[in-house]
């Protein structure tokens, strides 16, 4: 599945088969269920979950938290907006190469 598919199907009631918890809580995150999308984020320990994780930390507002996760993912905290995060996250754990 690519990013534009993806994107694409948060249109359904549901996500779509088989995506890992990390990419199921982006999908609830672009639906605008950010307590959902947390759950799925703690479900995935690790790394991509971690970011994922600080993503919605960041979203939220909550700066300290979000810093935490982002070090647990490894990654620095962005200065790009939300949206593009947000893409730039589903793309790199869509295509894991």
Avoid: C
Wanted: aromatic fraction near 10%; avoid cysteine; proline fraction near 6%.
């Amino acid at each position: 599945m690519d990013v534009a598919a993806f994107t694409n199907s948060v249109t359904q009631a549901s996500p779509p088969e088989g995506l890992s918890p990390a990419l199921q809580a982006l999908w609830w995150d672009a639906k605008g269920d950010w307590e959902r999308a947390h759950d799925h984020a703690q479900a995935q320990h690790d790394a991509a979950g971690a970011w994922v994780h600080a993503y919605l930390h960041r979203k939220e507002g909550d700066a300290e938290n979000a810093g935490y996760w982002y070090r647990r993912a490894g990654k620095a905290m962005p200065a790009m907006p939300l949206d593009d995060e947000w893409a730039t996250i589903a793309e790199a754990l869509l295509d894991p190469r």
